[in-house]
C-alpha cells in the first residue's frame, strides 16, 4: 500500500511538472515494491524530463530486460546514447528498433545522424536515401545526405543536395551554411558568399557562417571585408586559435602589423604552430 501511494504520488507530481519530486517517490515506490515495467517506464520518464540521460539509459536496460521488443525503450535509449556521445551504441539500438519495425523513419533519420557521427559515410548515405524513397521532399534527409557525400568528397553532388533542399525548404540557414562550405571547399569563393549572406539574414548570431565568409573573403584577397567578418565571429564567442592566426595574416596583409602579430601571438600561445613563422618575420619589434 505504502508502495502504491508513492507511486501515485509520484504520478501527481509529474503531472504537474514537479519531475525531482516525481523520481524520489517512484524511487521510493521501487524500493518498497521492487522494479516492475510500469514503474520503470513511469521513472524514466521523470528522468528524462530533467535530462538524467545516463539515469534514463539505466533504467531503459532494465525495461528492455524485461520487455525485450520495446520499440521505444530502443529508440529512446539510442537518441540519449547520441546524445551523451555514444555514438555506436546509438547505432546498435536504432539498429534494434528497424530489425522490429522497418517502416520507423525516425530510427533511420537518427541511425543515420549517429552513422555519419562515427564517419560511416556511406552508410549513412544509404539510411538517408531510404527516406528519401519514401518521401521526395523530406528536405531534412536530403541535407544530411548532402553533407555525408562533403565528407566523401562528392561535392558536385553534395551541393545538389544542399540545392534540393533549399528548393523544398528555404528557411533553414543550415542548408545555405553547409552549401556555402562545400563551394569554399572547392575553391569557388565567390559563388560561396550569396550563401553565408543567406545564411546570416536566417540567423544573424550564427558565428561560423561570419567566419567561413571571411575565409573566403581572405581566399579572393579582400582582406578588409575578412577583418570585419572574423571580427564580428569572435564578438559571437568564436576565439579558436584559427580565427585569430586568420585575421592575423588579413592585418599583415594590410601592413596593420601591430594588430595582426597581436593575433598571431595569440593564435601561437593556443597552440597555433604556423603562427611562429610569421611572428619571426613580421613581429620582432612588436615583442
Same mark, same amino acid.
Given at each position: 500500500?505504502?508502495?502504491?501511494?508513492? #507511486?501515485? $504520488? %509520484? +504520478?501527481?507530481?509529474?503531472? /504537474?511538472?514537479?519531475?525531482?519530486? *516525481?523520481? !524520489? =517517490? &517512484?524511487?521510493? @515506490?521501487?524500493?518498497?515494491?521492487?522494479?516492475?515495467?510500469?514503474?520503470?517506464?513511469?521513472?524514466?520518464?521523470?528522468?528524462?524530463?530533467?535530462?538524467?540521460?545516463?539515469?534514463?539509459?539505466?533504467?531503459?536496460?532494465?525495461?528492455?530486460?524485461?520487455?525485450?521488443?520495446?520499440?521505444?525503450?530502443?529508440?529512446?535509449?539510442?537518441?540519449?546514447?547520441?546524445?551523451?556521445?555514444?555514438?555506436?551504441?546509438?547505432?546498435?539500438?536504432?539498429?534494434?528498433?528497424?530489425?522490429?519495425?522497418?517502416?520507423?523513419?525516425?530510427?533511420?533519420?537518427?541511425?543515420?545522424?549517429?552513422?555519419?557521427?562515427?564517419?560511416?559515410?556511406?552508410?549513412?548515405?544509404?539510411?538517408?536515401?531510404?527516406?528519401?524513397?519514401?518521401?521526395?521532399?523530406?528536405?531534412?534527409?536530403? #541535407?544530411? $545526405? %548532402? +553533407?555525408?557525400?562533403?565528407? /566523401?568528397?562528392?561535392?558536385?553532388? *553534395?551541393? !545538389? =543536395? &544542399?540545392?534540393? @533542399?533549399?528548393?523544398?525548404?528555404?528557411?533553414?540557414?543550415?542548408?545555405?551554411?553547409?552549401?556555402?562550405?562545400?563551394?569554399?571547399?572547392?575553391?569557388?569563393?565567390?559563388?560561396?558568399?550569396?550563401?553565408?549572406?543567406?545564411?546570416?539574414?536566417?540567423?544573424?548570431?550564427?558565428?561560423?557562417?561570419?567566419?567561413?565568409?571571411?575565409?573566403?573573403?581572405?581566399?579572393?584577397?579582400?582582406?578588409?571585408?575578412?577583418?570585419?567578418?572574423?571580427?564580428?565571429?569572435?564578438?559571437?564567442?568564436?576565439?579558436?586559435?584559427?580565427?585569430?592566426?586568420?585575421?592575423?595574416?588579413?592585418?599583415?596583409?594590410?601592413?596593420?602589423?601591430?594588430?595582426?602579430?597581436?593575433?598571431?601571438?595569440?593564435?601561437?600561445?593556443?597552440?597555433?604552430?604556423?603562427?611562429?613563422?610569421?611572428?619571426?618575420?613580421?613581429?620582432?619589434?612588436?615583442?
Amino acid at each position: 500500500n505504502f508502495a502504491k501511494a508513492y #507511486y501515485n $504520488r %509520484g +504520478i501527481l507530481k509529474a503531472s /504537474l511538472s514537479d519531475f525531482d519530486g *516525481a523520481l !524520489a =517517490d &517512484y524511487n521510493k @515506490a521501487i524500493t518498497l515494491a521492487g522494479e516492475n515495467l510500469e514503474a520503470l517506464i513511469n521513472r524514466v520518464e521523470a528522468k528524462t524530463s530533467i535530462n538524467d540521460y545516463a539515469g534514463a539509459i539505466k533504467d531503459y536496460d532494465k525495461i528492455l530486460a524485461l520487455d525485450p521488443s520495446n520499440i521505444k525503450a530502443f529508440y529512446n535509449r539510442g537518441r540519449f546514447k547520441y546524445l551523451l556521445g555514444d555514438y555506436d551504441g546509438a547505432v546498435n539500438d536504432l539498429t534494434s528498433v528497424i530489425k522490429l519495425d522497418n517502416k520507423n523513419n525516425d530510427a533511420y533519420y537518427q541511425r543515420g545522424v549517429a552513422l555519419a557521427r562515427t564517419n560511416r559515410h556511406n552508410e549513412a548515405v544509404k539510411d538517408f536515401e531510404v527516406l528519401i524513397s519514401r518521401n521526395s521532399r523530406n528536405d531534412s534527409a536530403i #541535407y544530411r $545526405r %548532402g +553533407i555525408s557525400k562533403m565528407h /566523401l568528397q562528392k561535392f558536385a553532388e *553534395a551541393i !545538389a =543536395d &544542399y540545392t534540393r @533542399a533549399i528548393s523544398i525548404n528555404n528557411k533553414r540557414y543550415d542548408y545555405y551554411y553547409a552549401r556555402g562550405v562545400t563551394k569554399g571547399i572547392i575553391g569557388k569563393y565567390q559563388e560561396s558568399l550569396p550563401d553565408f549572406d543567406k545564411c546570416i539574414s536566417l540567423n544573424p548570431n550564427y558565428a561560423n557562417a561570419y567566419y567561413s565568409r571571411a575565409v573566403s573573403f581572405g581566399k579572393m584577397v579582400k582582406h578588409s571585408e575578412a577583418i570585419l567578418d572574423y571580427t564580428k565571429a569572435i564578438e559571437l564567442g568564436m576565439k579558436s586559435k584559427e580565427i585569430f592566426y586568420q585575421r592575423g595574416i588579413s592585418y599583415i596583409a594590410l601592413n596593420y602589423f601591430e594588430k595582426g602579430c597581436a593575433d598571431m601571438k595569440r593564435a601561437y600561445q593556443m597552440g597555433m604552430q604556423e603562427a611562429k613563422e610569421h611572428i619571426e618575420m613580421y613581429c620582432q619589434k612588436f615583442k
